[in-house]
């Protein structure tokens, strides 16, 4: 799946800089920027993703609530729950290396993923490393569950309409359709929250409540919309591919 990663972290970086900046803005520069944060993103997959996924299954067996949309939502969030511990830090450096140019300094302030990291530790502590915590919590957590509730829902329409047994696994061409249509409408559905948790983390100085009034008033209500196409764009084929490998490694290893 890194390859996948490599091919979808510009669309992740143009998505961060379309929601700070407030404006396009085309210009030769911005190819430059594309892949920071790149190395530390491809170095946290693999852990984050296992976290991710051995915490879903986990909460899946210990929750006891029956089979359902309920259980699912409610063990999207435990699993992000867990995941996001991770996921913070990573985020905070990942976000201000990608939008750093786009600050009032006359120079970047950080070449690396290391320098940004000893930056925040040095100015902010292990405070900074983990700014937004909740912001990115819910966000996530939200759409995870959201996400798990769309994609059991059109697996089982599939079924219906494709005559498959209840039992039965899926093709991977079916998984994927199912899985990219539940991570666009979930990307969606979250896309304000991204665009103020991007805020909150790159702008150490100010907190939650004053950025959503400001935001609100300068830009309007449209500001929270903002990025939502590159966002669909870098998520859904993430996701789609994510899921579709671990539901075909379950049906390998037949798992239920």
């Known amino acids: 799946m890194a390859w996948c990663w490599h091919l979808l972290s510009p669309i992740d970086s143009l998505k961060a800089q ?139 329409l599939a079924r219906k309409l494709g005559y498959y047994r209840q039992e039965a696994y899926l093709p991977s061409h079916i998984i994927m359709l199912c899985a990219a249509i539940s991570a666009s409408c979930a990307a969606l559905a979250t896309n304000p929250l991204d665009v103020l948790k991007l805020h909150y983390q790159c702008k150490p100085e100010t907190d939650t409540l004053t950025l959503f009034k400001d935001l609100t008033k300068t830009h309007g209500v449209t500001v929270w919309l903002r990025g939502a196409t590159q966002r669909i764009l870098w998520v859904a084929p993430r996701t789609t591919i994510t899921f579709t490998v671990y539901e075909f490694c379950k049906k390998q290893l037949c798992i239920q």
């Open 18 to 156: 379309t929601q700070f900046q407030l404006k396009t803005v085309w210009n030769r520069s911005i190819i430059k920027t594309l892949y920071r944060g790149y190395g530390l993103v491809l170095a946290s997959t693999v852990p984050l993703t296992a976290t991710y996924f051995i915490s879903m299954e986990t909460s899946k067996k210990l929750l006891p609530l029956q089979e359902g949309p309920v259980k699912e939502f409610l063990a999207g969030v435990l699993a992000q729950t867990m995941a996001s511990v991770m996921f913070t830090p990573r985020d905070v450096i990942k976000e201000r290396m990608q939008v750093q140019h786009l600050q009032n300094t006359t120079t970047d302030k950080y070449d690396k993923a290391w320098d940004a990291l000893k930056f925040v530790w040095k100015t902010e502590g292990a405070k900074g490393l983990f700014r937004g915590y909740f912001q990115t919590l819910t966000l996530w957590s939200l759409y995870g569950g959201f996400y798990l509730v769309a994609f059991r829902e059109t697996k089982q």
